[in-house]
């Protein structure tokens, strides 16, 4: 199957700082990724559609100045937690494939805020 | 209601079991149903799919679902301590994916 790659696969911060995570397909060209928040022994909660030059498209209850999208290429997706508090600690992964039944999932970041 | 319901289990079987996993749902409008692997601390890995009503197979594992009931399950036979994993089901209307609460399988040998 196709790989999704995600980095950091772990990061820790301080309250109030600004985190960064990639996406990458690393053998396809995806137009549409996606980014889900996994809280523990949670399920997957889609967080938005991050669509290749243009706008993501963010899920209800969202903020979309919080969570930071760019799709800049067909290969990476970037989401950025801008300000992050200790209750956004949670273990963020993104997906990609040709068709939204077949997802390819990344490894999963997790992020801790002190 | 939630849209798509899952026991979280724990469900723990021995090795060589016969293992089913379930999901109830609520939308009508869902049309593929999905089950995903994910081990600890990964990202879920695609199982399988089906469209319509019917079962699907693949190896040890079949995928089985019923729209009039809209009920869907995932028969593991011969079920290794590999496959210990969350077991996630998903479905899709169109254009995203709604996921379960995710099932904890441990196989012991």
């Known amino acids: 199957g196709a790989v999704v790659s995600q980095h950091p696969s772990r990061v820790i911060c301080k309250s109030g700082t600004s985190v960064k995570i990639e996406c990458r397909s690393l053998?396809?060209?995806?137009?549409?990724m996606f980014w889900y928040r996994q809280f523990p022994k949670q399920s997957l909660m889609l967080m938005a559609t991050?669509?290749?030059?243009?706008?993501?498209?963010?899920e209800q209850g969202v903020e979309k100045d919080k969570f930071l999208i760019n799709h800049a290429s067909l290969t990476l997706s970037t989401l950025t937690v801008t300000s992050a508090h200790p209750e956004d600690s949670s273990f963020y992964i993104c997906?990609?494939?040709?068709?939204?039944?077949?997802?390819?999932f990344g490894p999963g970041t997790r992020l801790t805020v002190l | 209601q939630k849209e798509v319901e899952q026991d979280p289990g724990p469900l723990s079987v021995p090795e060589g079991a016969i293992v089913s996993l379930n999901c109830t749902y609520s939308?009508?409008?869902?049309?593929?149903f999905m089950w995903y692997r994910q081990y600890s601390r990964k990202g879920p890995e695609l199982l399988m799919y089906?469209?319509?009503?019917g079962n699907k197979e693949d190896g040890r594992f079949t995928a089985q679902v019923d729209k009039s009931s809209k009920y869907i399950s995932l028969f593991i036979r011969d079920s290794q301590p590999s496959d210990s994993a969350t077991y996630l089901c998903?479905?899709?209307?169109?254009?995203?994916?709604?996921f379960g609460k995710g099932t904890k399988l441990t196989v012991n040998p």
């Open positions: 997906s990609a494939g040709a068709k939204i039944r077949e997802q390819f």
């Open positions: 053998d396809f060209q995806a137009t549409t």
């Open positions: 991050s669509n290749e030059g243009s706008k993501a498209t963010y």
């Open positions: 939308n009508s409008a869902f049309q593929y």
């Open positions: 089906t469209y319509s009503s």
């Open positions: 998903a479905m899709t209307p169109q254009g995203k994916l709604v």
